[in-house]
C-alpha cells in the first residue's frame, strides 16, 4: 500500500507561480510511474502530466506545456508539480498518484486546492 500526500495548493492571481508536492510513503517510491491530475467543478478529471520511475520519461498535457513542471526526487520520495503563468482555468482540486502499471492509476493523495484568481 501507499499513501500519497499532497500539500503547496493556493490562492494566487494569474500569472503567479505554486509548486505542488506529492510526498509518499508506504512502499517503494522509485519504482512507480507518477502523476498528476485535476478537476474542477462540474468538470471531469483530467490527466495534467507523468513522470518515470526515474525522471528520464515526461509527459505533460498542451494546456499546460510549457508552464508546468513535473519532477521527482526518489531520495525524499517526494514528486512535484511547478506551475509557473497560472491562468483562471487552471483553478482545480489537484491530485497526486502513482503507479499505472495495471492501466489506470492505482494509488490517489486527497487532492489540494489551487484557485487562480483574475
Known amino acids: 500500500q501507499v499513501q500519497l500526500v499532497e500539500s503547496g495548493g493556493g490562492l494566487v492571481q494569474a500569472g503567479g507561480s505554486l509548486r505542488l508536492s506529492c510526498a509518499a510513503s508506504?512502499?517503494?517510491?522509485?519504482?512507480?510511474?507518477m502523476g498528476w491530475c485535476r478537476q474542477a467543478p462540474g468538470k471531469e478529471r483530467e490527466f495534467v502530466a507523468a513522470?518515470?520511475?526515474?525522471?528520464?520519461?515526461?509527459y505533460n498535457v498542451e494546456s499546460v506545456k510549457g508552464r508546468f513542471t513535473i519532477s521527482r526526487d526518489n531520495a525524499k520520495n517526494t514528486m512535484y508539480l511547478q506551475m509557473n503563468s497560472l491562468k483562471p482555468e487552471d483553478t482545480a482540486v489537484y491530485y497526486c498518484?502513482?503507479?499505472?502499471?495495471?492501466?489506470?492509476?492505482?494509488?490517489w493523495g486527497q487532492g489540494t486546492q489551487v484557485t487562480v484568481s483574475s
Open positions: 513522470i518515470n520511475w526515474n525522471g528520464g520519461i515526461i
Open positions: 508506504g512502499r517503494t517510491f522509485s519504482t512507480y510511474a
Open positions: 498518484a502513482a503507479d499505472k502499471s495495471t492501466g489506470t492509476w492505482r494509488y
